[in-house]
């Protein structure tokens, strides 16, 4: 089994910046892809960001230039860095891996973690 576990949501006023961490542990061979998506009350689920296994990186239009992500390999972790966040940016933030375990391969998220933007 494969888990991935978030950390580093909260609340935080306009402008001010997060960094939000998920962890993959269990009985991984190797990860692929990782990637941010959020979920906002009412809205459906869209992907924030994604960072390939060689570093390469992919952001919605609504983040670029205001959020960074980064993954350590050797730590099984990826990480987004949030600077600048608005309001429009509160939402639960799932992470999300591409993992090839000692038995299969599979997409696995991670429970979310809370980030809401407001004075």
């Not at 494969?2 to 993959?24: D, F, T």
């Not at 924030?48 to 060689?54: L, N």
């Not at 919605?60 to 350590?72: E, L």
């Given at each position: 089994?494969?888990?991935?576990?978030?950390?580093?949501?909260?609340?935080?006023?306009?402008?001010?910046?997060?960094?939000?961490?998920?962890?993959?542990s269990g009985s991984?061979?190797?990860?692929?892809?990782?990637g941010w998506s959020?979920?906002?009350?009412?809205?459906?689920?869209?992907?924030?960001?994604?960072?390939?296994?060689?570093?390469?990186?992919?952001?919605?239009?609504?983040?670029?230039?205001?959020?960074?992500?980064?993954?350590?390999?050797?730590?099984?972790?990826?990480?987004?860095?949030?600077?600048?966040?608005?309001?429009?940016?509160?939402?639960?933030?799932?992470?999300?891996a591409d993992v090839?375990?000692?038995?299969?391969?599979?997409?696995?998220?991670?429970?979310?973690?809370?980030?809401?933007?407001?004075?």
């Open positions: 089994q494969v888990q991935l576990v978030e950390s580093g949501g909260g609340l935080v006023q306009p402008g001010g910046s997060l960094r939000l961490s998920c962890a993959a991984i061979f190797s990860i692929y892809s990782m959020r979920q906002a009350p009412g809205k459906q689920r869209e992907l924030v960001a994604a960072i390939t296994s060689g570093g390469t990186t992919t952001y919605a239009d609504s983040v670029k230039g205001r959020f960074t992500i980064s993954r350590d390999n050797a730590k099984n972790t990826v990480y987004l860095q949030m600077n600048n966040l608005k309001p429009e940016d509160t939402a639960v933030y799932y992470c999300n090839r375990s000692t038995r299969t391969r599979g997409d696995y998220w991670g429970q979310g973690t809370q980030v809401t933007v407001s004075s």
